[in-house]
């Protein structure tokens, strides 16, 4: 992936930090956006020409913006966006608050539809793939993920509809669902023990997967050639616990 410039939101810790240091094991060369300054600077320093870090809250068209003018004025262009990061409060329908509707919309759907307005100009130049994160979750309608859910669905909607106009500038976009054991995963398995026993149970291949070397390989496989035929699809990383038909 040499040739590869991308922008990964979140991408200095969790799946997102994940997907940084595959892609750059690959080659690739990133612009971690993340508010984590201490992360992103250690993967900064450790991969000097081929990580450049930002931080800021991706929430904010302004943040977007300079996310693309640094790809472009430390590596000369954009071929790819990961828009991963996202943030959340689990709790029960009917408790959601509306700063916690907020909070999910603002970092999820926002987040994701500010970055890839950003990005669109310099993906139409390069011929461009972006990869949206959805959730199992969501397509499952599971217990007290209302506002995650709602924003993960919200964001394979804008997916589908950006895939279907962006085609006409050889812009791919597609959606990846993943099933990994972050450290935010494993806050959600002490918080709600019972609901992690229960999808575990679900997982045809026994596991939650590993952010490395489960989740960042089908990112790099979308961000790449080999997909070049695909867009407007969600892909399911996630042991087989969903079967999309």
């Not at 956006?33 to 993967?43: I, P, T």
Request: aromatic share 6%.
């Amino acid at each position: 992936m040499e040739h590869q410039v991308v922008i990964v939101t979140g991408g200095a810790a969790g799946i997102g930090g994940a997907i940084t240091a595959e892609l750059v094991r690959l080659g690739a060369h990133i612009v971690a956006v993340d508010l984590n300054d201490e992360a992103g600077r250690k993967f900064a320093e450790a991969h000097p020409d081929h990580v450049a870090f930002l931080e800021g809250d991706i929430s904010s068209e302004q943040v977007a913006k300079d996310a693309v003018a640094l790809a472009v004025s430390t590596f000369g262009k954009l071929t790819g966006l990961v828009n991963n990061a996202h943030a959340s409060r689990q709790k029960p329908l009917l408790d959601h608050t509306p700063e916690d509707w907020a909070l999910s919309f603002d970092t999820g759907f926002w987040g994701t539809l500010n970055f890839m307005k950003a990005a669109h100009p310099e993906l139409a130049k390069t011929k461009g793939s972006i990869v949206n994160f959805g959730s199992g979750a969501a397509l499952n309608g599971q217990k007290n993920q209302a506002s995650y859910a709602a924003a993960k669905e919200a964001i394979r909607g804008l997916s589908r509809v950006a895939a279907n106009e962006w085609a006409e500038d050889g812009i791919r976009v597609n959606v990846v669902c993943p099933l990994a054991l972050t450290e935010g995963v494993a806050k959600w398995k002490d918080a709600h023990r019972d609901q992690y026993d229960e999808v575990a149970a679900k997982v045809p291949l026994g596991r939650f997967g590993d952010p490395q070397k489960d989740i960042a390989p089908v990112v790099a496989f979308l961000l790449g050639d080999g997909s070049q035929y695909m867009t407007g699809q969600t892909l399911m990383a996630d042991g087989g616990g969903t079967m999309l038909r």
